[in-house]
């Protein structure tokens, strides 16, 4: 008995090491450079007041910042992460989080009274992804209509097309990628996606890496060459 109480402890030991190891691999991990020359964050107020300029150093090429959440709430750190990551000479743009649950011209509303039109700002995202918050789950031609609807009086203000973020789930369910004409943002840990009809032109490569002056693990995000 005493001998396989020490066999086991010795089995927990080296699954516990084999996990760390793992772990820091994970949280350091990006895709090499050579592919993928273009790479950056997609950070919201959960990351706390973030060190722009050591982010930068750290390879962070752009970033896009979360504006916006449905139609009443609006980032507490937007302004600030805007201001933080233009003196750092990073290239960035806003997020949007869609709810099913309200208007699109709510939500577009809110976006565009938040988001400044600027030149020098990238394309807005839209993010598509289920919300545990709202349960509601409306036919897909409705669905088409209203993002068409946001998407409209959001690129009427910033004067440029937007991209479309889209987990998997909301892919599957609502086959987004054939129904909208836009470019696309697709989600996938350490692989590349291949779940929408159209190639993706940015990869959220990684949601548990971390990096210097960002408190947490952050998106990573590649841009197809």
């Known amino acids: 008995m005493r001998k396989n109480l020490i066999s086991l402890a010795a089995i927990c030991a080296a699954l516990l090491v084999i996990a760390f190891i793992l772990r820091n691999i994970a949280v350091g991990w990006a895709p090499p450079r050579d592919q993928y020359p273009v790479q950056g964050i997609s950070v919201d107020e959960s990351h706390g007041t973030i060190i722009w300029h050591v982010a930068g150093a750290t390879g962070v090429d752009f970033a896009y910042i979360q504006a916006t959440d449905g139609a009443d709430r ?4 937007f302004s600030a992460n805007v201001e933080g990551a233009r003196e750092a000479g990073i290239r960035y743009g806003a997020l949007h989080n869609y ?9 577009a509303t809110s976006f565009v009274t938040t988001v400044p039109r600027g030149d020098n700002m990238l394309p807005p995202a839209i993010r598509l ?4 918050g709202c349960g509601d789950r409306p036919g897909r031609a409705l669905v088409l209509s209203e993002l068409n609807t946001f998407l409209n009086q959001i690129e009427s203000h910033s004067e440029k097309p937007a991209i479309i973020a889209v987990s998997r789930e909301f892919e599957e369910m609502y086959n987004i990628s054939s129904g ?3 470019t696309f943002w697709l989600e996938a840990n350490f692989f ?4 929408a009809t159209k190639p993706w032109v940015m990869w959220r490569a990684s949601d548990m890496r971390r990096i ?3 408190d947490g693990p952050i998106n990573w995000n590649v841009v197809r060459p």
Do not use: K, W
């Open 192 to 195: 590349p996606p291949d779940y």
């Open 129 to 132: 992804a289920f919300d545990n």
């Open 99 to 107: 709810s099913l649950c309200r208007l699109a011209t709510d939500q």
């Open 74 to 77: 609006r980032d507490a750190n």
């Open 212 to 214: 210097s002056g960002v």
């Open 180 to 182: 909208i004409d836009r």
